[in-house]
């Protein structure tokens, strides 16, 4: 390690660095994944179990060969709020059952097709503004957390989101060492001190939880109306993994897609999202975080993100801590959502830059263009009682539009082949 050396996937971890760089995963995770819990309004001890036990799923489906942490999923915020306001958490739950036993549908119809198919359907062009929409969509409720679109705007509220936001932005980039690795967690810590000096946090749950304490597990509720609603994100946390499994690629150095293969990855990624419905808890989906946790230490090994698990699963049953989280004031979580979001938003830009997509090409161009601007544009279209919109309905846009520039290369009618 004090040579930079590349500490590749099946390589162990001597003990003395195992725990530091175990507890490192799991902080570069922390702030985004206890988000989704927070909007969902749910308790994130579930979810920090969930995510532990998730990555040890995905790790042995992958056969250990698959480096990548689980974390909550963003793409199902959208759709699953609007199931929630509707008919409830618990029906909510049965979506995230249905998308996940249709991915790992998907996962078996990878094994016996193959993963060529993704770059006629979702060529770098289309899959990268698909996956920068995840964030981009959700830009606007960084400002609606930290209270900065009230009518009536509390000058606590402003200084304990710039606080949170200036650790986040400027310790992303003046940090070195150790501290460069967690500059969320260290936002997060500094937004938290500001919060109680701006009397912003009320310790009294903290004191009654208990020390110890059972995740509070719950059964979801099925509804035909409510998974409908829900199943189209299957198109985009699809995008999304395969976006995640490419760059990972890179880093590593290896073709993840061919070994352990795409439907490896896929599926125990969904069957993850599958087990976690059935629990209590929200979808997980690899982390982009985890990702950049990876090509900056170059640390890569398997073992560590393990660890990292294992630890998410322990602090999942203290009682106070999961109570203490839940403490966090609303300008907290929006400062950390200003960088969060825009990540999510630009490894979307980094498929395009990483995949060296052509834009002297005009299909290039266009396929971008139209998916950008038909999720950003609120452009709603009903089947029924399903609505596709954002993110949703711009991968379906760009998969359509995709096949059909396909087609026209097999008539030779194209003029940039």
Same mark, same amino acid.
Request: charged share 10%.
């Given at each position: 390690? $004090?040579?930079r050396?590349?500490?590749?996937? $099946?390589?162990?971890? %001597? ?13 570069? *995770? ?23 036990? &998730? ?16 974390g ?10 609007? !199931? ?14 249905a ?21 006629? !359907?979702?060529? %770098?062009?289309?899959? &990268?503004?698909? !996956? ?18 009230? $009518?009536?705007?509390?000058p606590?509220? =402003? ?30 810590i500094? &937004?938290? =001190?500001?919060?109680i000096?701006?009397?912003l946090v ?35 946390? /699809?995008? $999304?993994?395969?976006?995640? #499994? ?5 880093? +590593? ?8 293969g ?17 629990i209590?808890? =929200? ?9 950049g +946790?990876?090509?900056? /230490?170059? !640390?890569?090994?398997? #073992? ?19 109570a ?6 609303g300008? =907290? ?9 825009? *990540?999510?938003? /630009? ?8 995949? #060296?997509?052509?834009? &002297? ?37 760009? *998969? ?17 082949q």
């Amino acid at each position: 390690m $004090e040579n930079r050396r590349i500490i590749q996937v $099946e390589e162990k971890v %001597p003990f003395r660095l195992l725990l530091p760089l175990s507890i490192q995963h799991m902080f570069a *995770m922390f702030g985004a994944s206890v988000l989704v819990p927070f909007l969902f309004g749910i308790n994130p001890a579930v979810v920090l179990f969930m995510n532990g036990l &998730g990555t040890l799923i995905f790790i042995f489906v992958t056969k250990g060969k698959a480096p990548a942490y689980l974390g909550s999923s963003f793409a199902f915020l959208a759709p699953a709020g609007i !199931v929630i306001s509707k008919f409830g958490y618990e029906y909510a739950l049965g979506g995230f059952v249905a998308v996940g036993f249709l991915g790992c549908i998907l996962a078996f119809v990878i094994y016996k097709v193959g993963y060529k198919w993704i770059d006629i !359907v979702l060529p %770098p062009a289309a899959m &990268g503004p698909v !996956v920068a929409l995840i964030g981009l969509e959700l830009s606007g409720s960084a400002a609606k957390n930290a209270g900065l679109l009230d $009518e009536v705007i509390n000058p606590g509220n =402003v200084i304990v989101f710039l606080v949170t936001l200036g650790f986040a932005v400027f310790g992303s980039v003046l940090f070195r060492g150790f501290l460069s690795i967690i500059p969320i967690l260290i936002a997060v810590i500094a &937004g938290y =001190v500001a919060a109680i000096a701006c009397g912003l946090v009320d310790f009294s749950a903290v004191t009654a939880a208990p020390v110890f304490a059972i995740p509070n597990f719950s059964a979801p509720k099925f509804n035909p109306e409510a998974i409908m609603i829900i199943l189209p994100v299957i198109l985009v946390i /699809t995008s $999304e993994h395969i976006g995640h #499994q490419v760059v990972t690629s890179k880093i +590593v150095g290896r073709d993840l897609l061919k070994d352990p293969g795409l439907h490896r990855s896929i599926f125990g990624d969904n069957f993850s999202t599958m087990l976690s419905g059935m629990i209590g808890s =929200v979808p997980t989906t690899t982390y982009g975080e985890n990702i950049g +946790v990876m090509a900056v /230490t170059k !640390v890569y090994s398997v #073992q560590v993100i393990a660890g990292a698990a294992i630890i998410s699963i322990i602090c999942s049953f203290i009682g106070k801590l999961s109570a203490l989280i839940q403490t966090i004031p609303g300008p =907290v979580i929006g400062g950390i959502s200003f960088l969060l979001y825009g *990540m999510i938003g /630009t490894s979307g830009l980094r498929i395009l830059v990483d995949s #060296q997509v052509d834009y &002297g090409k005009n299909r290039n161009q266009a396929l971008t263009a139209v998916i950008f601007v038909t999720g950003l544009s609120g452009i709603k279209v009903n089947f029924g009682n399903v609505q596709l919109t954002g993110m949703v309905l711009a991968c379906v846009t760009g *998969m359509i539009l995709s096949l059909v520039f396909y087609a026209f290369d097999k008539l030779k009618l194209t003029n940039d082949q």
